[in-house]
């Protein structure tokens, strides 16, 4: 991957429905090679997925908050994943180093709807210990990090 790519893959995570024809313009390159690129990024995995970015406010999903949970043993690994890919509110879950084991990201309508979900992952079987933080606002958040160049 060289700095042509990152910058192609720039435009992309700016605005994944950018056509070819427009990056090549601003990277000086032709369409066909652009294209080109970009499916090399697909084929080798650099790229796995285009998506769509929710603005969680906009469907009424103003609260976010992050909980980190910490399981008594090992042996409820299993079982507390199943249990989370079960929760549409936990965006994210993430299995962690440090005093707790998961990171579970969360987007919720009110403070009511956090207070029930957290009840709900509190209760799961093997859970010890939670530790939520509400975001209050948030100051960068983007989906990848790229490369430098």
Same mark, same amino acid.
């Given at each position: 991957?060289?700095?042509? *790519?990152?910058?192609?893959?720039?435009?992309?995570?700016?605005?994944?429905?950018?056509?070819?024809?427009?990056?090549?313009?601003?990277i000086n390159m032709s369409v066909s090679?652009?294209?080109?690129?970009?499916?090399?990024?697909?084929?080798?995995?650099?790229?796995?997925?285009?998506?769509?970015?929710? *603005?969680?406010?906009?469907?009424?999903?103003?609260?976010?908050?992050?909980?980190?949970?910490?399981?008594?043993?090992?042996?409820?690994?299993?079982?507390?994943?199943?249990?989370?890919?079960?929760?549409?509110?936990?965006s994210e879950c993430h299995y962690i180093?440090?005093?707790?084991?998961?990171?579970?990201?969360?987007?919720?309508?009110?403070? *009511?709807?956090?207070?029930?979900?957290?009840?709900?992952?509190?209760?799961?079987?093997?859970?010890?210990?939670?530790?939520?933080?509400?975001?209050?606002?948030?100051i960068k958040d983007i989906s990848s990090?790229?490369?430098?160049?």
């Amino acid at each position: 991957m060289d700095a042509i *790519d990152v910058k192609i893959l720039e435009f992309l995570r700016r605005n994944a429905r950018i056509n070819a024809s427009e990056i090549g313009e601003s990277i000086n390159m032709s369409v066909s090679a652009v294209i080109e690129r970009i499916k090399k990024l697909e084929a080798t995995g650099v790229i796995k997925q285009y998506t769509v970015i929710v *603005d969680h406010k906009k469907v009424e999903k103003s609260i976010s908050a992050f909980i980190s949970v910490r399981l008594e043993t090992p042996k409820f690994h299993n079982d507390f994943i199943n249990e989370v890919n079960t929760l549409a509110e936990i965006s994210e879950c993430h299995y962690i180093a440090g005093d707790y084991d998961f990171l579970l990201r969360i987007y919720t309508a009110s403070t *009511d709807t956090l207070t029930t979900l957290l009840n709900q992952i509190k209760s799961m079987k093997g859970v010890a210990l939670t530790r939520t933080l509400v975001v209050l606002s948030t100051i960068k958040d983007i989906s990848s990090v790229l490369p430098s160049d």
